[in-house]
């Protein structure tokens, strides 16, 4: 069992930067891939990042591709998201997920644990 909690969402304004952070319990969290997804009101939730156990390997929507970095910190249990360059549209409650896998993987079906997200409000 994976428990996940994310924090460092808020309101900023366009162009501002924001850092989110997701602790993990349990011992597995340096065994698996690990993502963030959005979902915007009225929207489907999106993939956003990905990264590998070892954090070797990173995937990014297209839309966030060069804004965001995802990062690791497998002796801290800690999965984070830096957020630059922000716009409205990024607008939407951010959640950490940890896959089945090692692999990263945009994949939603392949996330097996979700935290209860955190808000990012994105002014003009």
């Known amino acids: 069992q994976v428990q996940l909690v994310e924090s460092g969402g808020g309101l900023v304004q366009a162009g501002g930067s924001l850092r989110l952070s997701c602790v993990a319990s349990?011992?597995?969290?340096?065994?698996?891939?690990m993502g963030w997804f959005r979902q915007a009101p009225g929207k489907e939730r999106e993939f956003v990042a990905a990264i590998s156990w070892s954090g070797g390997t990173t995937y990014y929507a297209d839309s966030v591709k060069g804004r965001f970095t995802i990062s690791r910190d497998n002796a801290k249990n800690t999965v984070y998201l830096q957020m630059n360059s922000l716009r409205p549209e990024d607008t939407a409650v951010y959640y950490c997920?940890?896959?089945?896998?090692?692999?990263?993987?945009?994949?939603?079906?392949?996330?097996?644990?979700w935290g209860q997200g955190t808000q990012v409000t994105v002014s003009s």
């Open positions: 349990g011992r597995t969290f340096s065994t698996r891939s």
């Open positions: 997920a940890a896959a089945h896998y090692s692999s990263a993987t945009a994949t939603m079906l392949a996330y097996q644990y």
